[in-house]
């Protein structure tokens, strides 16, 4: 808390100094690392921080809204398309998407479209409608469109994806928080959580704090391994199924 002070009292005194216009965010987490271990059901994320004015909290003449982004790893992934033929559901299409973030959530403090509009919503990504998805290959867009709609909307009812309109408290506009959940089938890796400062439909601030969601115990461990021995790993678990294949064909034919 000491150090966080220090910081901030920095800060302050740069932007004087500086003469810096525009606000400074301040952006912290409550927890930078999260450990998945077996049995693991989720984790809740209390991100916070301030806001600092150069005009001070008196010389103040505009109010700001926050909007907190949270993103996991992208990750390429493949979109299915089913029919139903003759009463059975079949595979009609797919569509390829080079990056898409394996979790993505938002909370503002207000609905995104009454802070900002559609075209400053894309280009930060500020909402799940608007998160930037890579196509691979040839598909037209009215296609490339629809899968995409069909990715958010899986992984919305996955909790994956969320949206909260009322997510972001602020207090006396200087300092907001948030509270983003995530569920136990994220993804590993490092997660970026970025704050954005806004007044009047224009982003004048944005800042980014980082955590690493890890897996710890023994399935921390297996793919720790699997990524460091990748060719003995896989050997082993070759060898592993034609074992298990053998067993079962000895068992079975008793």
């Known amino acids: 808390m000491k150090a966080a002070a220090r910081i901030l009292l920095a800060l302050v005194a740069a932007v004087v100094l500086t003469g810096q216009r525009e606000p400074i965010l301040v952006p912290e987490v409550s927890q930078s690392r999260i450990e998945v271990r077996q049995g693991f059901t989720g984790a809740d994320l209390l991100l916070y921080g301030a806001i ?3 005009a001070g909290t008196r010389g103040r003449t505009q109010e700001y809204d926050i909007v907190v982004v949270l993103k996991g790893p992208t990750e390429p992934i493949r979109v299915r398309e089913k029919e139903r033929v003759a009463g059975i559901w079949m595979n009609a299409g797919s569509s390829d998407f080079r990056s898409a973030p394996s979790f993505f959530a938002v909370a503002s403090s207000r609905p995104v479209s009454e802070i900002v509009d ?14 930037q998805l890579s196509p691979s290959g040839q598909i037209d ?9 069909g990715l958010v909307e899986l992984r919305r009812r996955q909790g994956l994806y969320q949206e909260d309109p009322q997510g972001v408290r602020i207090s006396e506009n200087v300092l907001y928080q948030a509270r983003i959940t995530l569920p136990s089938n994220v993804t590993t890796g490092r997660y970026t959580a970025e704050t954005f400062a806004i007044a009047r439909g224009r982003v004048l601030a944005s800042a980014t704090a980082r955590i690493e969601v890890v897996k710890v115990g023994f399935e921390g461990q297996v793919v720790m391994a699997s990524r460091r021995w990748a060719f003995w790993y896989g050997l082993g678990a070759i060898a592993l199924s034609l074992g298990m ?3 079962a064909g000895r068992l079975f034919a008793r």
Do not use: K, S
Not at 124 to 129: G, K, P
Not at 141 to 149: D, H, K, L, N
């Open 52 to 54: 600092i004015d150069p």
């Open 118 to 131: 559609e075209r400053t919503a894309a280009i930060f990504e500020l909402a799940t409608d608007a998160i």
């Open 141 to 149: 867009p009215e296609t490339q469109a629809r899968f995409a709609r």
């Open 245 to 247: 294949g053998w067993f």
